[in-house]
């Protein structure tokens, strides 16, 4: 059973930084996709970021504000990162992980396996 866990939100002023940290129960290498999404209160999920892995290549799908939201991953950690910076209070939210081992599902950024999630509560 793939497990995906996500880590390092909290509550911080806006304009600060935070990076999550998205860890999984085995290789990230095994993955074609992994993505970034997150869930405000009373409004749809939404895809922040995505990447698409091939061998030691990554191709990044920036969805939200490129400039502020960072994807990257360690594979020797297994794990896929979230850098965000200037935060605003609109970036409040739950942040979940996502992947799939289908490149034809990455291709249409349809994951398998889901995190539990992690808040970001952003203050003014």
């Known amino acids: 059973q793939v497990q995906l866990v996500e880590s390092g939100g909290d509550s911080v002023q806006a304009g600060g930084s935070l990076k999550l940290s998205c860890t999984a129960s085995?290789?990230?290498?095994?993955?074609?996709?992994m993505a970034w999404y997150r869930q405000s209160p009373g409004k749809e999920r939404e895809l922040v970021s995505a990447?698409?892995?091939?061998?030691?290549?990554?191709?990044v799908y920036p969805f939200s504000d490129a400039a502020r939201f960072t994807i990257s991953r360690d594979n020797a950690k297994n794990t896929l990162y979230l850098q965000i910076t200037n935060l605003k209070t609109e970036d409040t939210a739950v942040y979940y992980c996502?992947?799939?081992?289908?490149?034809?599902?990455?291709?249409?950024?349809?994951?398998?396996?889901w995190g539990q999630g992690t808040q970001v509560t952003i203050s003014s």
């Open positions: 996502a992947a799939t081992w289908s490149c034809s599902r990455a291709a249409k950024f349809d994951y398998m396996y």
């Open positions: 085995d290789s990230i290498s095994n993955y074609c996709g």
């Open positions: 990447i698409k892995i091939s061998g030691d290549d990554t191709t």
